[in-house]
């Protein structure tokens, strides 16, 4: 008997059928002899419907009411799959965050799991119980509840199964893995079998939105292989693990773009010393997670700072900014919310010369301009106007096609 941490995302549990589809895998696996432990995001569109209401009603919802709003809709899913599976005559229980053990800070929106005590799932486990678990939340010490941001559900599952000691946590959404681009936007993307920690760290940080960074991390971190696939199919998926061999794999694993970007841009800035630590330090301490920092010195003793945000974030940081900017005596501030990021991952580009040059080379043949440019060891990042992200998408799955095709 194996002990097996499942995760249904929004799409797997859309409308009553696709609940009764995963209450059917779900019970495969139940007959099967093992111990299963599901955690499941909110219906659908849910959340989203659920900021837009909140949005209707007052235009800065509060912080902690608007976490335990959001936290419904996980819960509503979770009891209606118990509820299903109740009725095909397998014992079943949900749980909400706080039950199922999962603490975090009180960092609001975007909390961050601190421990995780299972003891009430192992209870439930012990009288066979399927446990269904609200992904997305937990509790702070003071006992309020929190949320933990876009992808939130994935990172439950990911440390539910480092703590109750699971051999791998199957992420089940609406593709059947990994692909080497958004399949949506290139119809011929391949699908890949396999890739590693850090490069899909990346692909996610990056825009893959198949997997949540923060999971990939936390699985990173405590060696948690996490297999993606499709609730609809019973394709393998993608096995996201430790590296395998470095010399045998292809360079390049895939093209990842996001669309929640935004520039802002802190104009006459004085070039003097602490400058930079003005204007970023109140963005960490509200919680604003900044990209891409390019500083331009000019000859007349100023600077322009530039950086970007999530689309999402921009509003806030602004209003963290621009006070900052007139104490430091910087001219002004402008802000572009018109932009993407394409990048293009692969552990393979390290010490190997030419990526940057074919991916420059690809986007000018494209007539695509590039705004900005940020790197990492096995990562190159272009921001690009929002209106040619998937054409940008395209003519670098197109050049790159080469070392795509060696991963089939």
Avoid: W
């Amino acid at each position: 008997m194996s002990l097996i941490v499942q995760k249904y995302g929004g799409s797997s549990v859309a409308n009553a059928e696709r609940i009764r589809n995963v209450a059917s895998r779900i019970a495969r696996g139940r007959e099967a002899g093992n111990d299963m432990v599901v955690v499941v995001s909110a219906m659908g569109d849910t959340t989203d419907d659920l900021i837009s209401l909140a949005h209707q009603l007052v235009e800065r919802p509060d912080e902690r009411e608007m976490d335990v709003l959001l936290s419904t809709g996980e819960i509503v899913s979770s009891t209606l799959l118990a509820m299903t599976l109740k009725g095909m005559g397998h014992n079943a229980v949900s749980l909400t965050g706080l039950q199922a053990g999962i603490h975090t800070d009180s960092r609001y929106n975007k909390a961050r799991i601190t421990s995780v005590e299972p003891n009430r799932i192992l209870g439930e486990l012990t009288k066979g119980n399927v446990v269904v678990v609200a992904g997305f939340q937990g509790v702070t010490p003071e006992m309020d509840t929190t949320t933990l941001g876009r992808g939130g559900s994935d990172t439950t599952a990911v440390a539910l199964a480092v703590g109750l000691g699971a051999h791998v946590c199957e992420i089940y959404t609406d593709v059947e893995g990994v692909y080497t681009a958004d399949p949506r936007i290139v119809p011929d993307a391949i699908k890949l079998q396999m890739i590693g920690y850090e490069e899909m760290l990346e692909m996610a940080t990056y825009g893959a939105a198949v997997m949540a960074p923060r999971a990939v991390e936390l699985g990173q971190v405590y060696g948690m292989p996490i297999r993606v696939a499709s609730s609809i199919s019973d394709a393998a998926g993608t096995l996201i693990c430790k590296e395998g061999s470095m010399e045998l794999r292809n360079k390049v694993s895939g093209i990842a773009h996001d669309t929640n970007v935004a520039k802002i841009m802190v104009i006459g800035v004085p070039d003097q010393p602490g400058m930079a630590k003005d204007i970023f330090e109140p963005l960490a301490r509200a919680g604003v997670s900044v990209d891409t920092i390019v500083q331009n010195t000019g000859t007349d003793s100023v600077t322009d700072v530039t950086f970007t945000v999530a689309r999402t974030d921009v509003l806030k940081a602004l209003s963290i900014v621009e006070p900052v900017a007139r104490a430091i005596g910087a001219q002004k501030v402008t802000s572009d919310k018109t932009l993407s990021k394409v990048s293009i991952v692969g552990t393979g580009m390290q010490n190997t010369p030419g990526y940057a040059a074919r991916m420059f080379r690809a986007l000018s043949d494209e007539g695509i301009n590039i705004e900005l440019i940020t790197t990492s060891e096995i990562r190159i990042t272009c921001i690009v106007d929002e209106t040619r992200v998937k054409d940008a998408v395209r003519a670098l799955h197109k050049a790159f096609e080469v070392e795509f095709r060696q991963s089939e």
